[in-house]
């Protein structure tokens, strides 16, 4: 019996159980969801690393105060996001959401996801060391600073995982997160 490959298996069973789990919850909450879009496939995982991401309590003006995501472009992610997620929220925050041009107001945001690879940098660099969890599609994001970048994998949407961005910016992430990664880098 070859136990690497049974260990491959498992991981990748493991994989699918997570993702499947993370787009039950979501799922579960939005029947209007049109989850065959992209768009709506990462506005169901924003919406999730939302609920199992955990922000210091200092992220935040007072405990009542909304979970505030910004959008550096992925305008068409931004409107899915904002109309999946309208009355509902993560943990008990509601949700804001803001349509940025750049590094403008990101302080002022605990989740920014950045579509330009252009804005990466600068947007990494203000948020360095804040408790704000960087998501986004540049190839560059994870090498910069961010927590978790969206690749297509053929018709499907994945994430990879930079756990050390993560414990940089004082947040932690749910082990059912590390689990439904493609791939997971620190920790």
């Known amino acids: 019996m070859n136990t690497g490959n049974n260990k491959s298996v ?8 997570g993702l499947w789990l993370i787009a039950a919850g979501w799922s579960v909450s939005t029947c209007s969801m049109q989850a065959q879009t992209e768009d709506g496939v990462k506005a169901a995982f924003i919406y999730n690393f939302a609920k199992f991401v955990e922000w210091p309590a200092a992220a935040f003006a007072s405990p009542a ?3 505030t995501v ?4 992925g ?6 996001f904002e109309q999946n997620s309208k009355g509902k ?3 008990g ?5 803001k349509r940025l041009s750049g590094v403008a107001e990101v302080e002022q945001c605990q989740m920014i996801y950045i579509a330009d690879a252009a804005q990466v940098d600068a947007v990494t660099a203000a948020l360095k060391g804040k408790a704000v969890l960087i998501v986004g599609d540049p190839e560059n994001l994870l090498d910069s600073g961010g927590a978790i970048r969206f690749i297509k994998e ?5 994430f990879d995982l930079n756990l050390t961005a993560a414990a940089q910016a004082g947040l932690k992430v749910d082990p059912k997160i590390q ?4 791939t997971v880098r620190g920790g």
Do not use: Y
């Open 10 to 17: 498992l991981r990748g069973w493991g994989r699918v159980a």
């Open 89 to 91: 929220n993560a943990n």
């Open 154 to 158: 053929g018709a499907k949407v994945v």
């Open 70 to 73: 910004g959008f550096i472009g």
């Open 179 to 182: 689990k439904a990664a493609r």
């Open 93 to 97: 925050r509601d949700f804001v959401v």
């Open 65 to 67: 105060s909304p979970l």
């Open 75 to 80: 305008g068409g992610l931004a409107d899915s």
